[in-house]
Every structure is written in structure tokens, then in C-alpha cells.
């Protein structure tokens, strides 16, 4: 165990360095699609996308600005910084870290927020931001709350919803709700640093490493997350491969372009 733990401890550069260009890179790429390739149909929808990727793109960045490490003392809780923040200055460090935690407290709540103003579209018909929707939002992002416990309720109404849908709009809807579900079962990731901070703070066990890995585990999810957007999000992932493919995005479509109202649950083909 202890040999192992060593390892890590070594490979922490190297495992960070790897979070940023995994995360900075998705990240940039689901909010570069978001901004140049969402349909009319979710364009109100994608400013909540465009919001909580930007939000994971600072906490990513800033967790290799400062590659965190949290040392409990009796009564006290001290920070080593050993990012490129260290080679500036203390203050750049604790800025960047602190912007850091309210990113990832703010990443819950948009999620959450995506889930209620899905729910919302699905009901009301149209994506329109409506005084009721307006309220939903900022409540369930300025205000604390049970997020997880909303995030079951809602998704297992989201999946009620699909029974009442055609096959499209099902399949359709089931894809939205599956980038959803990715980005709400990445977020307990963070638990296994909380359990490594309680097992250093009762001093159940101790090892260098474990200091060092509290924080790490909170990068996993701003990291992941937007992959599932531009898996399951088809123009997205369609405006992805045709950048790789230097082909203009229309080809992509091969023969037909399919345009869905995902509000309202209709689609329709247009044959080139």
C-alpha cells in the first residue's frame, strides 16, 4: 500500500497535467459548439449549457494553476500550492483556489437547473424564459438545497415524460436525459475526497499522497462532464466530426437534414 501511494504521490504532476488537457479540451469544445452550432429549438436551453461549461473550464484551469495540497493540523487547515501559481505568488494562489470551490458549488446547482428547465419545456411546450422559469434558475443556483435528492425527483419525472412521446422525440429526449444523468453521476466522485479529508482528520490512516489527492478527485467531474453533451447532443457532436473531418458541417448530415424541436417534441426531415 504504501509503495503505491508512493507512486502516485510521484505521478501527481503528470496526473494533473492530464486532467487539464483532457478537461480544458472538452470543455472548450462543448462550449465552442454550444455557441456556434445549437438549433433554434434549444437555444434558450443552451445558455445553461454554455454556463455551467464555462464554469467547469475555470475550475479545471485553476486546479493546475495551483495542483492543491490540504494538510490538517490541530485546529487549523493549511494549503501547499505547487501549480504554476507558486512561481507568482501566495495571493495568486488563494484567489485561483478559492475561485476554484465556488465553481464547483456553482457547477451543482446549474445542473440542477437543467434538469428543472428541462422538465419546464417538456410541460409548458415552448423554451421561452418565462418569469416562473427565471425564478427556478436563480433560486436553484444562488440559493442552497438538497441538489442530489432534486436531481433523482426530477430525472424519474423527465423519464415518466418519454412514455407520451413518439419514437423520435423519444429517442431524442432519452439522449438529453442521459448527458444529464452523466453529469449528475460524475459529481459524487468528489465524495472519496471527502472520505480521504475525514480519514486524515481522525487520523484513521496517513500517507504524503493522501494530502495531495483530496482535491484531485474533485477534478474528475468538470473534466468528464462534457464529453456526454457532445456524445449524446447530436448537432454538437456532428459540429465536432466535421471539424476533424474538414468537411463543412452540412455533409455531415449525409443525404438529409433532420431538425428537432426538442420543446415540442416534433421532428421533421428535409431531403437534400
Known amino acids: 500500500m504504501e509503495v503505491i501511494l508512493d507512486k502516485i504521490g510521484d505521478a501527481m504532476p503528470i496526473i494533473h497535467s492530464t486532467i487539464f488537457i483532457i478537461g480544458a479540451s472538452g470543455n472548450l469544445a462543448l462550449l465552442i459548439a454550444a455557441i456556434l452550432s445549437t438549433p433554434q429549438t434549444i437555444k434558450t436551453y443552451a445558455i445553461m449549457i454554455r454556463c455551467g461549461t464555462a464554469s467547469d473550464l475555470v475550475c479545471i484551469c485553476c486546479d493546475f494553476f495551483t495542483i492543491t495540497r490540504l494538510l490538517v493540523v490541530p485546529g487549523n487547515i493549511l494549503y501547499l500550492f505547487s501549480g504554476p501559481c507558486s512561481h507568482i505568488s501566495t495571493r495568486s494562489c488563494y484567489i ?136 449524446y447532443v447530436r448537432p454538437y457532436r456532428m459540429f465536432i466530426l466535421s471539424f476533424f473531418r474538414r468537411v463543412p458541417l452540412v455533409r455531415s448530415f449525409a443525404g438529409s437534414v433532420v431538425v428537432v424541436n426538442v420543446c415540442q417534441g416534433d421532428m421533421t426531415t428535409v431531403s437534400s
Open 96 to 231: 485561483a483556489h478559492s475561485i476554484r470551490i465556488v465553481t464547483l458549488v456553482y457547477s451543482g446547482y446549474v445542473m440542477l437547473a437543467s434538469f428543472a428547465f428541462r422538465i419546464h419545456s417538456v410541460i409548458s411546450g415552448h423554451p421561452g424564459l418565462t418569469p416562473h422559469v427565471i425564478f427556478t434558475i436563480v433560486y436553484v443556483v444562488t440559493t442552497p438545497g438538497p441538489v442530489y435528492g432534486g436531481l433523482i425527483i426530477m430525472r424519474h419525472k423527465l423519464r415518466e415524460f418519454a412514455d407520451s412521446m413518439s419514437l423520435q422525440s423519444r429517442n431524442m429526449h432519452r439522449n438529453f436525459v442521459k448527458a444529464l444523468t452523466i453529469h449528475a453521476s460524475l459529481c459524487p466522485i468528489t465524495i472519496f475526497g471527502v472520505l480521504i479529508y475525514v480519514a486524515l482528520f481522525f487520523e484513521v490512516y496517513y500517507h504524503p499522497t493522501m494530502e495531495k489527492i483530496v482535491y484531485t478527485f474533485a477534478a474528475f467531474p468538470p473534466a468528464l462532464t462534457p464529453y456526454g453533451f457532445l456524445y
